[in-house]
């Protein structure tokens, strides 16, 4: 069982920059794939980036690509997302989520966060 939880969402100004953590319990966090997603008003939830067990690994969205950082600290049991020249239609809730197997389908993710609200102003 794998619990996690995400901070450092807020209000943030378009062109700015915020950071997203997210805290892993238990002791499987260094072997297991890590990734954040988001939903906004109105959609489904689709990925923003993803980590394999080695950090050696990442995909990002269209979206996000030169602008989001996905890293992660397997003495910290933490992951991150750094979340550059924002932009509005950032906007969203954004959902830390571990799989044992990897992939960039929300169902290919076996535990998931609370959500962390991200808001970009205009």
């Known amino acids: 069982q794998v619990q996690l939880v995400e901070s450092g969402g807020g209000l943030v100004q378009a062109g700015g920059s915020l950071r997203l953590s997210c805290a892993a319990s238990?002791?499987?966090?260094?072997?297991?794939?890590m990734g954040w997603f988001c939903q906004a008003p109105g959609k489904e939830r689709e990925v923003v980036a993803t980590?394999?067990?080695?950090?050696?690994?990442?995909y990002y969205a269209d979206s996000v690509k030169g602008r989001f950082t996905i890293s992660r600290d397997n003495a910290k049991n933490t992951v991150y997302l750094q979340m550059n020249l924002v932009k509005p239609e950032d906007t969203a809730v954004y959902y830390c989520?571990?799989?044992?197997?990897?992939?960039?389908?929300?169902?290919?993710?076996?535990?998931w966060g609370q959500g962390t609200r991200v808001t970009v102003s205009s």
């Open positions: 989520a571990a799989s044992w197997n990897g992939g960039v389908q929300d169902t290919d993710y076996n535990y």
């Open positions: 238990g002791r499987t966090f260094s072997r297991i794939f």
């Open positions: 980590i394999s067990w080695n950090g050696r690994d990442t």
